[in-house]
């Protein structure tokens, strides 16, 4: 039986599998930059799970302007929105979320959404997910520029559905989501992974569970 009162989710890789679209999109800005493209290594050491103007900030050798960085980061979030668009196949939620968050309705348990992502990128979500029969488009929190990291951020969103943090789940994908929802104070985290990760990631503190869809 679930004992969780309120729920709060990530996004990206979470409930939209979409991390070969900023990986084609970080390829643009990095041909664009330096002429070449970025390296596994690269993306695993470097890239992934680091702000964008972090990641420009590397690819000019920390010499970008302030100016560059608003520039090239508006411009990776345009590209990864592109190639997003052109693969219609895989613009979808995760199996078996539309049907979670209708449980959840019907259930009366408050859950909302705790992203990184832009403004620009949250909105394309809502429009091409319909994401607004289930959330209220202005209660979702995102990256405004306001919050110091992402513990801020869980730490907003459960203030913003009215549930004390020891009593929500939240859903995650990665090492840093889950360290953030851990030092949140959350200890119900539900970690989306593939089948190889789930043994590892289960011995992370705080994870309660590992699955690959939300078809439970």
């Known amino acids: 039986m679930e004992t969780y009162e309120g729920v709060i989710f990530d996004f990206n890789g979470t409930l939209f599998f979409d991390d070969d679209k900023h990986v084609l999109a970080w390829g643009e800005i990095s ?32 010499k970008a302007t302030e100016e560059e960085q608003d520039r090239y980061s508006q411009l990776k979030e345009e590209y990864y929105r592109r190639f997003c668009r052109e693969d219609q196949e895989h613009l979808h939620l995760v199996s078996g979320a539309e049907r979670y968050f209708d449980y959840l309705k019907q259930h009366k348990i408050p859950f909302t959404i705790a992203s990184a992502s832009i403004k620009e990128n949250i909105d394309f979500f809502i429009e091409s997910f319909r994401l607004d029969r289930w959330f209220e488009p202005s209660e979702i ?15 907003e969103a459960a203030d913003l559905i009215g549930v004390d943090m020891g009593r929500i789940r939240i859903y995650e994908d990665s090492l840093s989501g889950i360290r953030s929802a851990y030092e949140a104070g959350c200890r119900d985290i539900a970690v989306i992974c593939p089948k190889e990760k789930e043994e590892e990631l289960r011995k992370y503190p705080g994870v309660t569970k590992t699955m690959r869809d939300f078809l439970f």
């Open 141 to 155: 929190i995102y990256d405004n520029g306001t919050y110091e990291n992402k513990i801020a951020m869980f730490q």
């Open 31 to 62: 041909r664009l930059l330096r002429g070449r493209d970025i390296t596994d290594g690269e993306l695993h050491t470097k890239l992934n799970g680091t702000p964008n103007i972090m990641n420009i900030q590397y690819m000019m050798d920390g």
